[in-house]
């Protein structure tokens, strides 16, 4: 297993962008968390197996209709998470 903290920067607030992220983690049955920073970016913890992580960062360059997407920012991460992928304020 694979965990990694994401930030994503650019238009990605007010957009439905953590709702995106939720919808495509759970279908790749990534677990983790989305939550939106006061800065702007949205910023995911997230763990799975190698495929599901890169699959939900190429998501994450897309991003929903309206959003805009400018920098995706990969970290590696000790945390790990067990059940469920959620959004959190």
Not at 38 to 55: H, S
Not at 57 to 83: F, L, Q
Request: net charge positive.
């Amino acid at each position: 297993m694979k965990s990694v903290a994401i930030t994503v920067k650019g238009r990605v607030q007010g957009v439905g962008y953590r709702f995106f992220i939720l919808r495509h983690a759970k279908e790749l049955s990534v677990k983790g968390f989305v939550k939106n920073l006061t800065n702007g970016d949205v910023y995911i913890e997230a763990t799975g197996t190698p495929e599901q992580i890169d699959t939900l960062v190429k998501h994450c360059w897309s991003g929903p209709i309206n959003s805009i997407v400018k920098e995706v920012i990969v970290e590696d991460s000790p945390n790990a998470h067990s059940s469920l992928f959620a959004i959190i304020s």
